[in-house]
């Protein structure tokens, strides 16, 4: 297929009609090229992009260092299974571990499996008896089975029962419930640090703490589930260390490998023996693409120094946005943590994305009255300005429409 088509985004859709299957909300456009914080459809038009890859894109599109390690490598060994040793995942796992809490990585390709291997360690990790998991009303963990019945949002679950035993939910950031749900068969505590897609909900300080101590307290596995928040995206590498909390484990997928399919979860050298040979999986887990993929992202998040590019650009998009708060009715609240940045809205933020979309600027609405903005670490300020002067302008003008 030449990239360069001059197929119409039209003409693109028209496959999609006959033969994909329409399980996705698609926008009309059809995108062929990106490059840094932009992206391009098939009439050429240029869009600045504040939600590139739904957050996988935390290095912008196609990032130079990860072109090249992939190139490199796709011209060298493609795939081999796991009964084999290559050194492109031996090495990721020790870029992961040293960024980390210093313990060890099971690779595989998508958040969701990611939380299932989690799912998995804890039940195999605790004492037989002990198999619940209490995770967080407003959270989100995939779309497999296990990681769907751990999100604890009744849209995700309709139709679909009955789903796995086992799971119990308290409110987000309500360390009481938790305590009350604790019984002697729970086997571990799963939360994301902030939640996103539950609207960039971000936790009242003494919670994820107190967690820690529940779980200390009751012989628990803690897991954050650190695939939105993960490899940079508060400016700190991973967000438990941004709250400076530390699990037991982690999981990573969305922007791990700078945009190709990739993930792992991360856990103690005490604790990963208990993920025994043959109990777990994944066929593609840790290829050498994805690992190189992997290392190159978080080699070129040292080398430009963007975690403390993450910080300042949070600051621009704190201020600018901020400002937008107090200057219009229909913005709430404002909540950012690093490059993780919600508008809490008091109207429907699907038109906005729209408007926002026609004006060339991409960004997503989560939960019906969020804003989301997951940008890149690669913006320069005008750009991190020119959007959010660009979101404010389309924001007041329909604030004058009402
Ligand atoms: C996106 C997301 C997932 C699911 O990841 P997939 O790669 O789509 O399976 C899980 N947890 C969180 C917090 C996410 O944001």
Redesign the pocket.
């Known amino acids: 297929m030449d990239t360069t088509t001059s197929t119409s985004s039209e003409q693109i859709i028209e496959q999609f009609q006959q033969y994909v299957i329409p399980n996705y909300g698609r926008y009309p456009v059809a995108l062929v090229r990106g490059e840094g914080p932009f992206v391009w459809d098939a009439e050429g038009n240029r869009y600045l992009d504040f939600f590139p890859g739904?957050?996988c894109n935390l290095l912008g599109h196609c990032p130079p260092a990860v072109v090249e390690a992939v190139q490199d490598q796709v011209a060298k060994l493609i795939h081999v299974p796991n009964t084999w040793y290559t050194e492109a995942q031996g090495l990721w796992a020790k870029a992961l571990s040293e960024r980390s809490f210093g313990g060890q990585a099971f690779f595989c390709n998508?958040?969701?499996?990611a939380?299932e291997a989690a799912i998995k360690l804890a039940r195999l990790h605790t004492p037989a008896k002990q198999y619940k998991i209490i995770t967080f009303s407003g959270g989100?963990?995939?779309?497999t089975l296990g990681?769907t019945t751990a999100t604890a949002q009744p849209k995700y679950h309709e139709g679909l029962g009955p789903l796995m035993a086992g799971f119990a939910y308290a409110p987000f950031g309500d360390l009481a419930a938790v305590e009350a749900l604790i019984d002697d068969e729970t086997a571990a505590i799963m939360v994301?640090p902030i939640q996103?897609?539950g609207g960039v909900v971000i936790p009242p300080a003494d919670f994820l703490p107190g967690l820690r101590k529940l779980a200390d307290d009751h012989g628990l596995l803690l897991i954050f589930?650190e695939?939105?928040?993960g490899c940079g995206r508060t400016g700190e590498w991973f967000a438990y260390q941004y709250f400076n909390v530390q699990p037991d484990v982690i999981?990573l997928?969305?922007s791990v490998c700078g945009g190709i399919a990739g993930?792992a979860m991360l856990t103690t050298a005490e604790i990963a023996p208990s993920l025994r040979p043959g109990m777990h999986a994944a066929t593609f887990g840790g290829n050498p693409v994805a690992a190189r993929a992997g290392i190159a992202t978080l080699e070129t998040i040292d080398r430009e120094n963007l975690l403390e590019r993450a910080k300042e650009l949070s600051r621009i998009f704190q201020e600018r946005l901020g400002q937008l708060a107090g200057e219009s009715d229909i913005v709430e609240e404002v909540r950012v943590a690093g490059l993780m940045i919600g508008l809490q809205l008091s109207v429907e933020g699907g038109p906005i994305v729209k408007a926002c979309m026609e004006r060339r600027l991409l960004i997503n609405c989560t939960q019906g009255t969020v804003l989301r903005l997951l940008p890149p670490m690669i913006l320069s300020d005008e750009q991190a300005i020119e959007g959010c002067d660009l979101l404010a302008d389309v924001i007041k003008n329909h604030n004058h429409a009402e």
Not at 110 to 113: D, N, W
Not at 140 to 143: A, I
């Open positions: 739904w957050g998508s958040g969701t499996e939380n989100f963990h995939g779309r990681s994301e996103g897609e589930d695939v939105q928040t999981t997928a969305k993930a």
